[in-house]
Structures are given as C-alpha cells and as structure tokens.
C-alpha cells in the first residue's frame, strides 16, 4: 500500500486518531483508529499544504465551528461507487438520506445492498458523509469506520442527527 500514498498525517478526534493521505494535490483517503490501531500506522507521517488543511478543517468540524468542509478529495473506484461518492459528498450537515433513497437518487432503485456496499467503501468518510446514510426505517445499520455503529452514532449525535437517547 505504501506507493498509493505520498503523504501521511495523524491527527487526534473525538471519536479516535484520524490518519489522512494524500497524493500531494488531494485527500485520498481517512481513517478512523479501530481498537487502538491505524492502517498505516508503520509508516512514518509525512505531510503535505493539503493534509494541514484537512486536519485544521477536521478539528473545526469536531469543534463544532466547520459544517462543510472545502479540500480537495480524490476518490478512486468504479463509476458506479463514484456516483454513489459525489451523491454523498453533496449531503449537507445534518441532513440524512436512506439507502434506498441514495439509490433512486441515483437511478439505481432496488440496488440497496450495491449502494451500501459503496457507501462503506468510501475512502475519505467524515469528509464525505457516509455516516449520513440510514436505513429506511432511520436506524443505524452499520459502519466501517472506527469502532463502528458507535462511531457513526458519535457523528450522527454531533450534527443533530440523532439525539442521545
């Protein structure tokens, strides 16, 4: 994996220390530490103008004082998860869609288990909202980031989404 990155940067969250890469130009990737541990966490950081911002930009978002965020992302994969990533890049704070509404959106009806497949592969989460994905009932039915649902239940809480019970 390390030639699919030029740079690297970790930084600390609420829900856990973010480790972000870059190709130099853009985020191409976010992840979220799960059980202590980082993808990448054997590679020394290396970072970038790019990367600076992207970690400024998150402590805001966590904060509370950042509701969009404006670096640029490079998202790698088939046409269909592509389309699936811009619908979601385009979900504003504390909007949520359901699986099957991302899917008709996107004229793909019926596709609920490809559209959540593409939602939980999506490399730059946070910055591009999955966790704004729900199913069609409003329930929280999974995520791949972090330690999980109780992540995307830590995010959905922070934008007002769902209210502590």
Known sequence: MSSSFAYLLRTPSPIGRLELTSDGTAVTSLSI????????????ERSTPVLDDAAAQLEE????????????????????????WERL???????????GELGASLGHAGYG????????ANPVPIIVGCHRVLSSSGRVTGYSGGDGIPTKIW???HEG???AA
């Open 113 to 120: 288990r490809a559209i959540g497949g593409a939602v939980g």
């Open 89 to 99: 890049a385009s979900l504003e704070f504390g909007t949520f869609v359901s699986y």
């Open 155 to 157: 995010l959905l809480e």
């Open 61 to 84: 978002y966590f904060s509370g004082s950042r509701r969009a965020f404006d670096v640029p992302v490079r998202l790698q994969g088939t046409p269909f998860r592509q389309a699936v």
């Open 33 to 44: 530490e799960r059980a202590g541990h980082l993808p990448l966490e054997d590679h020394p």
């Open 161 to 163: 989404i769902l209210l």
